[in-house]
């Protein structure tokens, strides 16, 4: 069973840094990408971020220029380090990962949740 740990959530005044974790208990090789989605209270989960296994990333055009997406193999850890941040940030912010399986298919697996709160 893959479990995916997110940290580094919290309380931060708006223009703020925060920088989020998310530990793989696999080999994040075994991933096709992995990725950052949030919901913020009454909306619908929107990607934020995402990294392919071959160096691809994507970014919501809301967080483009202030948000970057990285991992460290030998650690099993996907990061989102978040810069500039504004209130309309706040969200649960969930680690996201999938890898293809037979036949078509696909399998997604998703963190609990961290909550981040951007104070203005």
């Known amino acids: 069973q893959v479990q995916l740990v997110e940290s580094g959530g919290g309380l931060v005044q708006a223009g703020g840094s925060l920088r989020l974790s998310c530990a793989a208990s696999?080999?994040?090789?075994?991933?096709?990408?992995m990725g950052w989605y949030r919901q913020a209270p009454g909306k619908q989960r929107d990607l934020v971020a995402t990294?392919?296994?071959?160096?691809?990333?994507d970014y919501a055009d809301s967080v483009k220029g202030r948000f970057t997406i990285s991992r460290d193999n030998a650690e099993n850890t996907v990061y989102l380090q978040m810069n500039s941040l504004r209130p309309a940030d706040t969200a649960v912010y969930y680690c996201?990962?999938?890898?293809?399986?037979?036949?078509?298919?696909?399998?997604?697996?998703w963190g609990q949740g961290t909550q981040v709160t951007v104070s203005s």
């Open positions: 696999e080999s994040i090789f075994t991933f096709s990408a």
């Open positions: 990294l392919t296994i071959g160096d691809i990333t």
């Open positions: 996201h990962a999938y890898r293809p399986g037979n036949w078509g298919t696909r399998f997604d697996y």
